[in-house]
């Protein structure tokens, strides 16, 4: 209970941070995205582990809030991002599936939507957003329209921590989403785990033959690399690559680049 108020009283304050990591593509190595990623310093608790903020968040009922700001900070730094260095880039953020029971996260989306289309604006944000696949599995219809309706709006939908949960081949094709996320946990043991490197061949071909974009989540090593460009893996994102960093650490790692 202590953790929660001092949460509620970091997110009135504005204490939250957004990370930044980068997500490349395999073949070239080039920078394509990256991901958002939520971090909590507390002068009396230190560095919280967004794992177990998350959670919390998720109970009390603030992670609703916080997935707006979330929103809104992605849409500044995409608009910025954008306009100063590299108009391709996109970014992805995790959506909790209590959000898609909340009016709220549509009416962002929409507003940020309208605000580029007013401004008629070449910077307009690149948004993807991520969602776990307990949210296909929960399989109403509201929620398989609502993710329509975020698609129609020129928004892109992945699926996170892919192969974790229960996601059926049927659940794939019937949802409107454009990317899976193979769970790290798959990854880390590549090349030499037999059982890794045929579910991840097997995850890469299915998706192709579905029409959806991969990306390998953790990737650490070299070797991991060599191993998704064979299976002709998309994207990837991992240490190797580069560590979550805050906000003006990739922006000068952008400004590196571009
Ligand atoms: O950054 P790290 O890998 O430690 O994140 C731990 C967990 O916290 C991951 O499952 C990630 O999806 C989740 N997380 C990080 N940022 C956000 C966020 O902005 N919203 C939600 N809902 N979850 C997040
Ligand atoms: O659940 P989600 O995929 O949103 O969370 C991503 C989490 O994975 C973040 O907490 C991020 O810090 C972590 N992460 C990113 N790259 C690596 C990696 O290469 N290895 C490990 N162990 N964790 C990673
Ligand atoms: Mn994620
Ligand atoms: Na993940």
């Known amino acids: 209970l202590h953790v929660e108020l001092l949460l509620h009283k970091a ?141 129609k709006l020129g928004f892109e939908l992945s699926i996170d921590d892919f192969g974790t949960g229960y996601s059926s081949l049927s659940y794939l094709k019937r949802c409107p989403v454009n990317t899976v996320k193979i769970d790290k946990s798959f990854i880390q043991g590549l090349p030499e785990d037999r059982e890794n490197a045929t579910l991840v061949t097997a995850i890469v071909a299915m998706a192709h033959g579905l029409n959806l974009k991969v990306i390998a989540e953790g990737v650490e090593s070299e070797a991991q690399w060599t191993f998704l460009k064979q299976v002709n893996c998309d994207l990837m994102q991992g240490f190797h690559v580069g560590r979550p960093m805050p906000a003006e650490d990739f922006e000068s790692f952008l400004s590196e680049q571009y």
């Open 11 to 151: 997110v009135e304050e504005e204490q939250l941070q957004l990370w930044f990591q980068p997500i490349v593509d395999v073949e070239s190595g080039e920078l394509v995205s990256a991901e958002a990623l939520l971090r909590w310093h507390d002068q009396e608790l230190g560095w919280v582990d967004p794992e177990h903020f998350v959670e919390i968040a998720e109970t009390s009922g603030q992670i609703n809030t916080i997935g707006l700001w979330v929103l809104r900070r992605a849409e500044f730094y995409s608009k910025r991002w954008r306009a100063k260095f590299f108009n391709e880039l996109s970014l992805a953020v995790n959506v909790s599936v209590n959000q898609f029971h909340d009016s709220r996260l549509f009416a962002e989306v929409k507003r940020i939507y309208d605000d580029s289309q007013r401004l008629n604006d070449n910077e307009a944000p690149r948004l993807e957003l991520e969602i776990t696949e307990r949210l296909l599995l929960s399989d109403s219809e509201r929620i398989r329209q609502q993710l329509n309706d975020i698609r």
